[in-house]
């Protein structure tokens, strides 16, 4: 077997939020949870499990390798949704996507507030 990304843990405020951020936004799909975590699953079978650590923790940094077509549903919910959004990760360009590597991109903090961003074309 080759190796593969198969799950993370992902901090939230609060796990539930967190995973219907996900879920109504970026269209993943509710799966059965269990103990600390409420899960969901991206099309290419990853699970994002979230859980409510007992302390503070820094903002990371997600990444989604999404369709043209899911991008332009996705925005449109971000934009429907008033959800603040930026072009750049150094947030300098505020209410609108990018269109770097060949594709488009957009930059939004999640209900933790770790950075999420939503690409249409790889980096490489």
Do not use: C
């Not at 269990?34 to 969901?40: D, E, H, K, M, Y």
């Not at 507030?113 to 490489?124: A, K, M, Q, V």
């Amino acid at each position: 077997m080759s190796i593969s990304f198969n799950h993370t843990i992902v901090a939230a405020k609060d796990s539930e939020a967190s995973a219907r951020f996900f879920i109504e936004l970026a269209e993943a799909h509710p799966i059965e949870s269990w103990g600390p975590f409420t899960n969901v699953q991206l099309d290419d079978g990853v699970m994002l499990q979230f859980a409510e650590p007992p302390i503070d923790f820094p903002p990371q940094h997600y990444a989604f390798l999404i369709d043209d077509a899911h991008f332009e549903r996705i925005y449109v919910r971000i934009q429907d949704r008033g959800i603040e959004h930026w072009a750049d990760p150094q947030r300098t360009r505020p209410g609108e996507p990018n269109t770097e590597h060949g594709g488009r991109g957009v930059y939004l903090l999640d209900p933790a507030g770790h950075f999420i961003e939503f690409i249409t074309r790889p980096y490489l």
